[in-house]
């Protein structure tokens, strides 16, 4: 082979290189305020999924609590508990306030 031959190929595998990489590149559209409003929306459920979790997982603790001094006491051992918050219940999922409406242009 030349040295030539070589080197063409190099220069014509990094044009396809180039091209093939310059979608990677390319800038994704602004999203829509409709697009907006509906990540709005997820992250808000997912937040008060976060608290109901907890406030479930605050009720077992509860209830295991319960049942460890009920046990205890039947054995006759003196346990005192120790004293934590009350688990808050969140309510049920509301919707995040919608935008406010966007000013009208002036003419």
Known sequence: ???????????????????????????LPAPSDEAKAKATEAAAKSAHAVKVDAYRLCQSMDRVAARYLADAKKA??????????????PGPFGSPPAAAAPAAKKS
Do not use: H, N, S, Y
């Not at 082979?1 to 800038?27: H, N, S, W, Y």
């Not at 006759?76 to 219940?89: E, L, M």
């Open 1 to 27: 082979m030349r040295p030539e031959g070589d080197q063409m190929r190099r220069v014509v595998g990094m044009i396809v290189l180039g091209l093939c990489t310059a979608g990677a590149f390319a800038k």
């Open 76 to 89: 006759g051992k003196d346990v005192k508990p120790t004293a934590t918050p009350p688990c808050v219940d």
